[in-house]
């Protein structure tokens, strides 16, 4: 796997412009083979490094085969391999990055696949959480590009709920006493700590903590143990504060009828001419299937296929990268999340089925 870039020059986006925008990808397998575009989520890099890498669903024999597929994964603008904060230069550095929208990331991704990569149409969009929310923009933005999307864990709009949640570690991290207004000069330890452990309640079941399922057979002695190696080291690990703050806002603004339908979601989603599979998990405190439910009752030609786990938000194919895994096959393990997970089984049953589908 080797990082691409792509430099658009000057770029608009929603809080203004980038002067030399860059998006980061990378291709996997044959492009004379279907197009799936695989965009990255809140945590995600293309490198592996911090919380979440991209590979998981990619590679022989998983559900996005090389063989059978052209994969093209896109890094978000602000996960800092893509222009972000952290690497844009004066002017824009820093908190002075402009904010940037979930339709600026597509519009960028879709200049690398028909500019630079000479594809006319994507067979797929895919993606979990942030990448979950770019599948459902890719039909509405461009809906002669795209043949199918698959949504894991996320929506169309993001709720109320969602956006309250977001604030809580968002906060966090302000508030911190290093963070300084977004002009540190070292690491803001005490506000990326914090930010973690206020995030991290949301992220599962409250059925997944009465099981204790954070010490991980024996992984860890406690839960503070839990937290700290993987929540605050996950954020520590390879990602930028005020990257996580404009990145957090774009999740935060999402909403695809703002691009054509004056905020009638109903509309926006009746139009989409796209095949969709949508997955939620049953436990999820950020996307509720409630909330993709409601969105059911507009989308003509998906199907919604609800993923039976206590992972919350984590049932879905990332756990494994994040988390270590128990070899006690006894022991649950998230959704997707390896070789002895029957959540990780039904995920790709069900993708691998949807592709499939003529």
């Known amino acids: 796997m080797s990082i691409q870039y792509y430099h658009h020059g000057r770029f608009h986006v929603a809080g203004g412009v980038i002067p030399d925008a860059v998006t980061a990808y990378c291709t996997y397998g044959d492009p004379k083979n279907p197009c799936i575009v695989f965009p990255t989520c809140y945590g995600g890099k293309l490198d592996s490094n911090g919380l979440l890498g991209q590979e998981y ?3 022989e024999g998983k559900v996005l085969d090389p063989q059978k597929y052209y994969v093209v994964t896109f890094a978000l603008f602000s996960n800092g391999e893509s222009s972000s904060p952290s690497n844009t230069p004066a002017p824009y550095n820093g908190p002075y990055f402009p904010a940037v929208s979930y339709e600026d990331n597509i519009r960028a991704q879709y200049t690398v696949l028909t500019q630079k990569l000479g594809i006319q149409k994507a067979f797929c969009v895919i993606g979990f ?49 290093d963070f300084n207004d977004g002009h540190y000069k070292t690491t803001p330890q005490h506000g990326i700590r914090a930010f973690g452990r206020a995030y991290s309640a949301w992220a599962y079941s409250q059925e997944w903590f009465r099981k204790k399922l954070y010490l991980y057979d024996g ?21 930028d ?10 999740w935060q603004i999402a909403d695809v009828s703002t691009i054509c339908d004056n905020g009638d979601l109903g509309k926006a989603l009746s139009e989409i001419k796209a095949k969709g599979l949508i997955m939620p998990c049953k436990t999820d405190l950020y996307f509720p299937p409630e909330d993709n439910e409601n969105e059911m009752r507009y989308l003509k030609y998906a199907k919604l296929v609800v993923i039976p786990s206590v992972w919350g938000h984590m049932g879905d194919a990332f756990s494994f990268l994040f988390f270590p895994q128990s070899t006690d096959e006894s022991v649950p393990i998230a959704a997707g999340g390896g070789a002895n997970s029957e959540d990780d089984k039904f995920l790709h049953s069900e993708v691998k089925k949807f592709l499939e589908e003529l």
């Open 57 to 59: 669903l990619v590679g």
């Open 129 to 177: 959480s942030m990448g979950g929310q770019q599948a459902y923009y890719w039909p509405v933005v461009y809906p002669e590009f795209v043949e199918r999307f698959v949504a894991i864990c996320g929506s169309a709009r993001t709720s109320p709920h969602n956006k309250a949640f977001l604030e809580g570690p968002k906060a966090a991290l302000m508030a911190s006493k």
């Open 219 to 239: 992984t860890y002695t406690d839960l503070h143990a839990f937290l700290r190696e993987d929540w605050e080291a996950g954020f520590l690990n390879g990602w």
């Open 241 to 250: 504060a005020n990257d996580l703050l404009t990145l957090l806002n774009t």
